[in-house]
């Protein structure tokens, strides 16, 4: 038969190379030299050899040689795993960026998406996801290989605060969708509110509380205290107007009887 001094390179990083799926060393090497024996069958075609090469974290390379290849040298390069990525968003329509590229809004998916892998630190390097939406809190995270895993699902937080009132006169009651505030440490009506975006601008609402105190001898009106957003503003105060009217009855009704009635 005849015979050949073949070399194998493999790129980018070194891998066991195999022949015919059999190794030809136990460890990863950057190159690698054999000499094959080539036949021919009965049809005058070449014995062909199939090569590979890898290791982890990278796809295997292959390649299949024959002795009639003009060239004994051959590369084998291993390409960094990839996989198809579906990013979903609670609420949906958020931006994604993956390592600062926009690949669109959400529901996204993002093809063939490469992950490069350390073998310094044997393990993959993760990529940042931030997720972008108007009235929303950026979110980022960060994902890997994860066993190849595709689907990813991120929820984006409403804005929130907590709040402290203040009333003048103290001890007011302080009402927001009909449920009384309670008195947070300092004893002043505390709550922490969420402020859901109301339309796809990120218009943020207003929340409006209720303030109000009667006691058996004094009455206030009522009250009504915006809050909006503010940038996060957490304290706020109102005054109440104390209701200087009293009812005071100043008719009565006497029934008389008049008539036969009356004689009786």
């Given at each position: 038969p005849e015979s050949r001094l073949v070399t194998f390179n493999v790129a980018p990083v070194p891998g066991i190379i195999s022949v015919n799926g059999v190794p030809m060393g136990p460890d990863p090497v950057p190159q690698a030299r054999?000499?094959?024996e080539f036949t021919q069958d009965a049809n005058n075609q070449w014995t062909k050899y199939t090569i590979t090469a890898q290791r982890p974290g990278f796809q295997p390379a292959q390649t299949i040689i024959t002795f009639t290849d003009p060239q004994p040298d051959y590369t084998l390069t291993m390409q960094p795993m990839r996989k198809d990525l579906t990013i979903t968003t609670n609420p949906p329509g958020a931006s994604v960026a993956i390592d600062g590229e926009n690949v669109g809004v959400s529901p996204v998916t993002d093809q063939?998406?490469?992950f490069a892998y350390d073998i310094d630190a044997n393990q993959?390097?993760?990529r940042k996801i931030r997720v972008t939406k108007p009235g929303y809190d950026p979110v980022e995270t960060t994902i890997s290989w994860d066993d190849g895993k595709t689907d990813y699902h991120i929820a984006l937080k409403p804005k929130t605060k907590t709040v402290r009132i203040t009333t003048d006169p103290a001890g007011a009651i302080v009402t927001i969708d009909g449920k009384d505030l309670q008195p947070g440490d300092d004893g002043l009506p505390s709550a922490t509110l969420a402020y859901v975006p109301t339309d796809a601008k990120g218009t943020l609402p207003v929340i409006n509380a209720t303030v109000s105190k009667k006691t058996s001898e004094t009455e206030w009106y009522p009250a009504t205290?915006?809050?909006p957003w503010d940038d996060g503003k957490a304290n706020y105060s109102v005054t109440?107007?104390?209701v200087k009217t009293r009812p005071v009855p100043l008719l009565s009704v006497v029934l008389i009887l008049a008539g036969?009635?009356?004689l009786l």
């Open positions: 054999r000499e094959l063939q998406r490469s993959y390097l993760p205290l915006a809050i109440l107007k104390e036969p009635l009356a």
